[in-house]
């Protein structure tokens, strides 16, 4: 079975500073996906970022990089340069077949 | 504008009644899904469709019904028989390049349910 964790309920940053978010993984499965969901109060899901496990380099899109650690399991969201809109809920998920498997969620809060 | 839509955005059900929830897309995805989310939690998959007039459940079907008359549509039932239905729904689509763990589910902006 597989399971993510985000340990992170929530967390603040000030604004044009980095944070890191975390998310840690199990799974037996050799071939799968991780992706990160922001969620913002209006409820949508919005797309960020996308890792496979057989890739090398880490994701980066924008202001957005994933720190893949394969054996260790860990798939962390690195926002750089922090902006005020970036204040949202940010799911981890890993897919391994048809649906995607989420984590509970941390909560950023990015002040001014 | 591709993307996907859901409605309504807010419902209220009285207990004993069904109620059905919109997603239509219009990106040409293949695969299509259902989530629901409980506050201060992931989503949770309630079915998803591969292809037109076939849907699989996912893990928490009991209650919900669904149907796939359509590549772009995939209405849900919430049914008098699901407990606690008041939550958060949100519909996804993929291109559904069959199991490969690099298909991307793209979100609509989700329907809230709350049952009176």
């Known amino acids: 079975a597989q399971k993510i964790t985000q340990t992170q309920p929530g967390m603040f940053v000030q604004e044009k500073e980095a944070v890191t978010l975390d998310c840690t993984y199990d799974?037996?499965?050799?071939?799968?996906?991780l992706f990160w969901y922001k969620q913002p109060s209006s409820g949508e899901m919005i797309f960020l970022i996308y890792?496979?496990?057989?890739?090398?380099q880490n994701a980066t899109e924008g202001r957005y990089s994933l720190n893949f650690q394969k054996a260790r399991k860990s798939a962390n969201l690195v926002i750089s340069a922090s902006q005020l809109g970036d204040s949202a809920m940010y799911f981890c998920?890993?897919?391994?077949?048809?649906?995607?498997?989420f984590g509970k969620g941390t909560s950023l809060l990015v002040t001014p | 504008d591709g993307g996907i839509t859901q409605s309504p955005k807010y419902l209220f059900r009285k207990e004993g009644q069904n109620v059905t929830l919109s997603c239509e897309q219009n990106?040409?995805?293949?695969?299509m899904y259902w989530y629901r989310q409980d506050p201060g939690q992931g989503l949770r998959l309630i079915y998803y469709?591969?292809?037109?007039?076939?849907?699989q459940k996912g893990d928490i079907a009991e209650g919900y019904s669904v149907s796939r008359e359509k590549k772009e549509s995939f209405p849900l039932t919430v049914t008098s028989a699901q407990k606690n239905p008041t939550a958060f729904y949100l519909c996804?689509?993929?291109?559904?390049?069959?199991?490969?763990?690099?298909?991307?589910?793209?979100f609509g902006p989700g329907t809230r349910l709350t049952v009176l």
């Open positions: 469709s591969q292809i037109v007039n076939d849907f």
């Open positions: 799974t037996s499965d050799q071939s799968y996906g």
């Open positions: 990106l040409n995805h293949d695969a």
């Open positions: 996804a689509s993929s291109i559904a390049v069959g199991t490969a763990s690099t298909d991307t589910q793209y």
């Open positions: 998920a890993m897919r391994a077949g048809y649906a995607l498997n």
């Open positions: 890792q496979g496990s057989y890739d090398e």
